[in-house]
Nanobody, 124 residues
Framework: VQLQASGGGLVQPGGSLRLSCAAS????????VGWFRQAPGKDREFVAA???????RYRDSVRGRFTLSRDSAKNSVFLQMNSLQEEDTAVYYC???????????????????WGQGTQVTVSS
């Protein structure tokens, strides 16, 4: 499965962006799409994940601000990011993998399919 992330940009603190992750094929019920981010000088970290059956998972610092959704017709998963903060600045990546259990969704090394990153910059 090929994945393509898009939607990044420059936004002021408190603003919003919606990232898209387009998959090359239908997102089945056991396919997990994960969002990760990497800021300069920092390790890649888990942001959120969506399973085709509808399950979601968020890192604590984005829960309540970020929301996952899906467009089945377009094989896309969206990450709506509201109330953005400067510490959200990073390159955001989407990744996909079949058959991950919930406790593994945050483990970047378990995903085989990665899209290119999209830059999100939160700055006044």
């Amino acid at each position: 499965v090929q994945l393509q992330a898009s939607g990044g940009g420059l936004v002021q603190p408190g603003g919003s962006l919606r990232l898209s992750c387009a998959a090359s094929e239908y997102i089945s019920s056991n396919f997990v799409v994960g969002w990760f981010r990497q800021a300069p000088g920092k390790d890649r970290e888990f942001v959120a994940a969506y399973r085709g059956s509808g399950g979601t998972r968020y890192r604590d610092s984005v829960r309540g601000r970020f929301t996952l959704s899906r467009d089945s017709a377009k094989n896309s998963v969206f990450l709506q990011m509201n109330s953005l903060q400067e510490e959200d600045t990073a390159v955001y990546y989407c990744a996909g993998q079949y058959g991950l259990i919930w406790s593994s969704w945050a483990s970047a090394n378990l995903y085989d399919n990665w899209g290119q990153g999209t830059q999100v910059t939160v700055s006044s």
